[in-house]
């Protein structure tokens, strides 16, 4: 599987924020535990690097590692049901070199 990065945007489909306004710490919450191998962050204080919430032009996303996949298909795939049953926007991040 070709690893990619992922945004979960939290804006409905009428254009308005997804609620409640907590949804993104929430989910990356839940998705804590999931980790790599040799990760010794403690899931009650910070979130796994395969889910974390970030906040871009004043809009919660989700960003997703889909590495994911390799620790536990089924973590995605709660992921990525979330986001669809709830008719968030998916889009896929764009990969660039930086010239030098």
Known sequence: ???KT??????????KP???SDWAER??????SFRPLGDTGDPRFTYS?????VVIANV?????D?????L???ALDFVLNFAKDNGLPIEEACDFEPKT
Request: a positive charge; proline letters at 10%.
């Open 27 to 32: 989910l990356c919450g839940v998705m804590a």
């Open 60 to 64: 919660k996303f989700v960003v997703i």
């Open 72 to 74: 536990d298909p089924k």
């Open 18 to 20: 997804f609620r409640p």
């Open 6 to 15: 992922l945004f979960i945007q939290g804006i409905t489909a009428n254009g």
């Open 49 to 53: 690097p395969f889910a974390r919430p």
């Open 1 to 3: 599987m070709i690893h």
């Open 66 to 70: 889909t590495r994911l996949h390799d």
